[in-house]
C-alpha cells in the first residue's frame, strides 16, 4: 500500500490550501481514511477522518474551516483547507486503516507534506 500526499505549502493567514492523498489500489479497501498533524513539540493528531461508508469527523480546531473528502475513480482522498491560522502549521500526513478479522488493524501512512501558514 502506497499513499502519496501532495498539496502543501506557505500560505498567508485567512488562506486556503488543498491537500491530495492518492491511494496505490481502492480507497474502499480501507475502514477509514484520515489526515493527521504534528506541529514541532507536539503530538500527532488526527485533524479529519471519513469512513469507507462516508461518514465524517473533525477535531473540534478545524470544524467549520476544513472538509474532507473523497474521488473513489482516483482513489484519492483530499483535504480542504480554508481560514488557516498560524497554528494550523504542521507537517500533515495522509493515513488508511485496514481491519481484518485474524490480522486485526493496519495502519499506513503517506510521507508528510509540510503546511505553513504565516501572520
Known amino acids: 500500500v502506497q499513499l502519496q500526499a501532495s498539496g502543501g505549502g506557505l500560505v498567508q493567514l485567512g488562506g486556503s490550501l488543498r491537500l491530495s492523498c492518492a491511494a496505490s489500489?481502492?480507497?474502499?479497501?480501507?475502514?477509514?481514511m484520515g489526515w493527521y498533524r504534528q506541529a514541532p513539540g507536539k503530538l500527532r493528531e488526527l485533524v479529519a477522518g471519513?469512513?469507507?461508508?462516508?461518514?465524517?469527523n473533525y477535531a473540534d480546531s478545524v470544524k467549520g474551516r476544513f472538509t474532507i473528502s473523497r474521488d473513489s475513480a482516483k482513489n484519492t482522498v483530499y483535504l480542504q483547507m480554508n481560514s488557516l491560522k498560524p497554528e494550523d502549521t504542521a507537517v500533515y500526513y495522509c493515513?488508511?486503516?485496514?481491519?481484518?478479522?485474524?490480522?486485526?488493524?493496519?495502519?499506513?501512512w503517506g510521507q508528510g507534506t509540510q503546511v505553513t501558514v504565516s501572520s
Open positions: 471519513i469512513s469507507s461508508g462516508g461518514t465524517t
Open positions: 489500489g481502492s480507497i474502499f479497501s480501507f475502514n477509514h
Open positions: 493515513n488508511a486503516v485496514r481491519i481484518a478479522p485474524v490480522a486485526g488493524r493496519a495502519d499506513y
